[in-house]
């Protein structure tokens, strides 16, 4: 850190990657301070392209800075991710420490870890700003490679490290007629238009004054008409079905007893039945009786329930048999859905489906588990963070997204952590889910910004795919989506009750369920060729040297 090459770099590149981080933590939940998702990165990209002297002298109002070195451009993006990740995820801490069994320095300790870990994506693109910037002060290259090289970092983070918690997109789900544009770029899209913004920000401030004001109207301008898109309200979509979404409010750490867990099952069983209409709530608010419904969902939850296990299985089969309803619950599932019953010692997170005649008729086995909280990852490494859950390296993943066949209707159950994978969550609907199924224990993110979070995220998908989305969680938020994203119904968190959720089902598909991640890969292809373009001049004027010679 004390190296010459750091020494280098002005302190205004420092105030302005500090200035960006900042910027970028208030966009996400809980602060949600979208609107600043059009500049946010603007300073940061600002730091990158004027980062230490030029050694000349100021001329026609240009300042004597020129973009950072590659190895500068990372560090400095490097810090900017570190911090960001703190900012946004800071409640892995409270996970670790009040369930994960770590104190709280190796709590700290693990946060600080993670931070490190996926900070590195920032500073991969900042090194790749630094190499297309390149010597000299023509930015051109750089700015117009930017967008491009910030989505092939966010699938990198998707597809390499798995963890694509708040890409960029997301900050604009509530903006009808900006998210539209997923139904055929996925989420990419999204972040595309956003870092174009943030170029156009950063370009007003990197060429000459007298040219500033202008370039940074038009920024400015453009940023509003796309932010006005939040104005804009699409029409009601019809819902001609309805589910029972249930929220047990089942704390994380309960100590689980024969009775206890006896009396929970009757008190959930009696929430789903018309035997407790006093926290049934319909999808206008007002508490009422529920009629029929087509769909009863109970939420991925930290209870000891088990697919083998009759005290379990029995009530729930009664219930689904007094409702006439089939039924989907989170539960543990302890042999693989694809053994057709074949002896194991493999438990699996799963969603299982019950008919109305009580019969469990199918079961999907998570396919993307969680690192520390579903699996240990290296254990010999990481055998202090064991204690998260008690199942902690011993889930095992499973092996189709094939949807649940509910009497004639396709049901795309995913769980929890699966919801942020906008390739995963596409599957189901493009193997033919007709409406989205999401269950979730949201309970170990505490009252922190993570909750929000997950469900923006979950809304996005619902975008993308052009479908409903029934999310039912363990302690809120349990709601119904509609396909514009919108929560349409919803109850309060930290409650116990069950949601009379609207929906419709729907077979057609969009370009992106269809085609995936087309949009990323190609700004990942793009990026490439723009690096390789970079160095190509280079390699000539060699060529035409040795020629000469």
């Not at 090459?5 to 105030?15: D, G, K, M």
């Not at 942020?420 to 269950?439: H, K, L, Y």
């Amino acid at each position: 850190m004390l190296s010459f090459p750091v020494r280098q770099i002005h302190y205004s590149a420092w105030l302005l990657v500090g200035l960006s981080t900042l910027l970028q933590v208030l966009i996400f939940p809980l602060p949600g301070l979208y609107v600043l998702s059009w500049v946010a990165f603007a300073p940061l990209l600002v730091a990158l392209l004027r980062a230490r002297p030029a050694g000349a002298l100021e001329i026609d109002g240009a300042t004597n800075l020129q973009p950072a070195t590659p190895g500068q451009a990372f560090l400095l993006a490097y810090i900017s991710g570190i911090l960001w990740y703190a900012g946004t995820c800071y409640w892995i801490y409270n996970t670790m420490h009040e369930h994960g069994g770590l104190s709280a320095p190796m709590a700290a300790l693990a946060l600080f870890l993670f931070c490190l870990y996926l900070g590195l994506y920032h500073g991969l693109f900042g090194l790749l700003v630094g190499l297309a910037a390149g010597p000299g002060r023509d930015n051109r290259r750089a700015l117009i490679s930017i967008p491009f090289l910030w989505v092939a970092v966010e699938l990198a983070r998707t597809r390499v490290t798995g963890f694509p918690w708040d890409l960029l997109g997301t900050a604009q789900v509530d903006n009808i007629s900006l998210s539209r544009i997923t139904t055929l770029t996925g989420v990419y899209g999204v972040t595309f238009e956003i870092m174009l913004v943030n170029v156009a920000v950063a370009a007003a401030f990197l060429v000459p004054r007298k040219k500033r004001n202008t370039l940074l109207l038009a920024s400015v301008v453009a940023a509003a008409v796309l932010q006005a898109g939040r104005l804009v309200d699409a029409p009601a979509v019809p819902a001609d079905h309805a589910a029972l979404l249930v929220q047990e409010n089942i704390p994380v750490d309960e100590n689980w007893t024969r009775d206890r867990f006896e009396s929970t099952l009757r008190e959930l069983t009696d929430l789903s039945s018309n035997r407790d209409a006093s926290k049934k709530i319909s999808s206008d608010g007002m508490e009422s009786k529920r009629g029929k419904v087509d769909l009863i969902v109970w939420p991925e939850s930290p209870a000891p329930f088990f697919t083998n296990d009759p005290l379990f299985r029995e009530p729930v089969s009664a219930m689904a048999r007094e409702t006439q309803s089939w039924v989907v619950t989170g539960a543990i599932g302890s042999t693989s859905a694809s053994l057709s019953g074949a002896a194991t010692s493999e438990v699996f997170n799963s969603a299982a489906l019950i008919s109305p005649s009580g019969n469990w008729t199918a079961r999907y086995d998570k396919m993307h588990l969680v690192p520390f909280g579903e699996y240990l990852p290296f254990p010999w490494l990481f055998s202090f963070a064991g204690g998260l859950t008690k199942e902690v390296g011993e889930f095992r993943a499973g092996t189709s997204r094939a949807p649940l066949d509910a009497g004639g209707e396709r049901l795309g159950v995913f769980i929890c952590y699966e919801s942020v994978f906008p390739d995963e969550v596409r599957q189901f609907a493009n193997q033919g889910a007709q409406v989205f199924v999401n269950i979730s224990n949201d309970g170990w993110y505490g009252d922190s910004g993570a909750y929000a979070q997950h469900l923006n995220q979950t809304r996005m998908r619902a975008i993308e795919n052009d479908r409903w989305i029934l999310s039912s969680t363990d302690t809120g938020v349990t709601a119904s989506i509609d396909p514009y994203g919108r929560t349409v119904a919803r109850l309060e968190r930290k409650v116990r009750g069950a949601l009379v959720a609207p929906y419709a089902l729907t077979s057609v598909t969009t370009f992106y369920t269809r085609h995936g991640d087309w949009f990323a890969w190609l700004c990942a292809i793009i990026s490439a060729g723009a690096l390789l373009t970079r160095f190509a001049p280079q390699r000539k004027v060699v060529e035409k040297v040795e020629a000469s010679t």
